[in-house]
């Protein structure tokens, strides 16, 4: 019983961690940028150091294991002890709404844990290191300390016992969690109409905003808690809307004279 409960946890970290990685490089490469000239940059003139490029790349590798563990823990937990709720039977509404439901949660996790990641007792020696990556590159968003993890990726183990989601729709959550940070941190306004105020859904430019401002915008998917916590940048909706425009705007190039 024992062994067969490691291998299972054992091969289901492997299968998780592996999509992780793929997700991370795939999405990473597509969505890099360091160019300080780039015309549509939220942060233009500025590019993160190479050796802080490296040092992301290569936390974010470590830090994707943990993760794969808590929510391999978590999997386990549920489909071979039977411990938490059990899943709403598979159905277009039923996974919808589930998804729906992790996602409103895992927005909640985040965003107290995250405010309390910024007190002056657990700032400096777990969450400093993130802040470090300034400008973010799409490469940053897992560059974070394993106890950092521990208070906000824990959720992944969590949510199989405190939601009624199936593991499938979960695993699909994180993806989706996952390459939507990865583009968050890219420092390229790449959030489209979906994102333009006062939409709730969370753009690059509010994340961008966390990294130069430090107190402000908590949250992962949502604008929902920042706008009801005061939390929210005051200058967060007239921003993100001229980071969409420059993006709809291709930047003039000027041309060389004859003279």
């Known amino acids: 019983m024992i062994l067969d409960t490691a291998l299972y946890l054992l091969g289901t970290w492997a299968v998780v961690y592996a999509l992780l990685i793929a997700v991370y490089f795939v999405t990473g490469r597509l969505f890099f940028s360091n160019d300080p000239a780039r015309a549509d940059k939220i942060q233009p003139g500025r590019a993160l150091p190479a050796e802080k490029v490296r040092r992301d790349i290569l936390q974010s590798v470590r830090s994707l294991a943990s993760i794969a563990l808590m929510f391999s823990i978590g999997h386990t937990l549920y489909t071979k002890f039977h411990v938490g709720f059990a899943e709403w039977p598979?159905?277009?509404?039923?996974?919808?709404?589930?998804?729906?439901?992790?996602?409103?949660?895992y927005d909640?996790?985040?965003?107290?844990?995250?405010?309390?990641?910024h007190t002056k007792p657990f700032y400096r020696r777990i969450h400093?290191?993130?802040?470090?990556?300034?400008?973010?590159?799409?490469?940053?968003?897992?560059?974070?300390?394993?106890v950092d993890n521990l208070f906000l990726q824990s959720y992944w183990l969590a949510a199989h016992l405190i939601c009624p989601i199936a593991p499938v729709v979960l695993l699909v959550h994180k993806l989706y969690d996952h390459v939507s940070g990865i583009i968050g941190h890219s420092g390229?306004?790449?959030?489209?109409?979906?994102?333009?105020?006062?939409?709730?859904?969370?753009s690059v430019t509010h994340h961008d905003q966390h990294h130069r401002f430090f107190n402000y915008n908590?949250?992962?998917?949502?604008?929902?808690?920042?706008?009801?916590?005061?939390?929210?940048?005051?200058?967060?909706?007239?921003e993100v809307k001229e980071n969409l425009r420059r993006r709809r705007v291709p930047a003039v190039q000027e041309k060389p004279s004859d003279a």
Not at 128 to 146: E, G, I, K, M
Not at 218 to 238: C, E, K
């Open 90 to 105: 598979l159905s277009v509404g039923s996974v919808v709404l589930s998804f729906l439901l992790s996602m409103l949660a």
């Open 108 to 117: 909640t996790w985040f965003y107290w844990m995250h405010r309390l990641l």
């Open 128 to 146: 400093r290191w993130h802040h470090l990556s300034l400008p973010s590159v799409a490469w940053s968003n897992n560059s974070d300390t394993l």
């Open 188 to 202: 390229v306004e790449h959030g489209g109409g979906i994102t333009y105020p006062p939409s709730p859904f969370n």
């Open 218 to 238: 908590y949250s992962p998917h949502f604008t929902l808690w920042d706008r009801l916590m005061g939390t929210l940048h005051p200058s967060h909706d007239a």
